[in-house]
C-alpha cells in the first residue's frame, strides 16, 4: 500500500510564502515524476510543477518566477516552495508520484489527499 502525505498549507496574506512537503511512503521500488497540481472552486485540477527523477522541472506560466519544486530521493518527499502569493493562488494543491510498487510493474499515478491554501488579507 502507498500513501502520499502533504504538509504545509495555510492561510498567507498576498506576497507571503509557504512551502509544502509530500512524503510518499510504503512498498515503493521506483519513483519517476513527481508534480503538484491545485484545484479551485469551480474549475479543472490543472498542474502546478513537475520534477522528473532527473530533476528537470517544468512550471505553469501562471507560477513561473515564483514557485520552485524540489524533491528529495532518499526520502521519497517532493517540496513546493510558493512565494509572492497572489489571491488567484487559492487552492487545494494535489501532490503526484508516478512510481513502481513491484519492479515488472508500470509506473501507476497515486495521488495526495490535498491540502489547502488560501492567500486573503
Known amino acids: 500500500q502507498v500513501q502520499l502525505v502533504e504538509s504545509g498549507g495555510g492561510l498567507v496574506q498576498p506576497g507571503g510564502s509557504l512551502r509544502l512537503s509530500c512524503a510518499a511512503s510504503g512498498s515503493i521500488v521506483s519513483i519517476n515524476a513527481m508534480g503538484w497540481y491545485r484545484q479551485a472552486p469551480g474549475k479543472e485540477r490543472e498542474l502546478v510543477a513537475r520534477i522528473d527523477s532527473d530533476r528537470s522541472t517544468n512550471y505553469s506560466d501562471s507560477v513561473k518566477g515564483r514557485f520552485t519544486i524540489s524533491r528529495d530521493n532518499v526520502k521519497n518527499t517532493v517540496y513546493l516552495q510558493m512565494n509572492s502569493l497572489k489571491p488567484e493562488d487559492t487552492a487545494a494543491y494535489y501532490c503526484?508520484?508516478?512510481?513502481?510498487?513491484?519492479?515488472?510493474?508500470?509506473?501507476?499515478?497515486?495521488w495526495g489527499q490535498g491540502t489547502q491554501v488560501t492567500v486573503s488579507s
Open positions: 503526484s508520484a508516478d512510481l513502481k510498487t513491484m519492479s515488472w510493474r508500470p509506473y501507476l499515478r497515486y
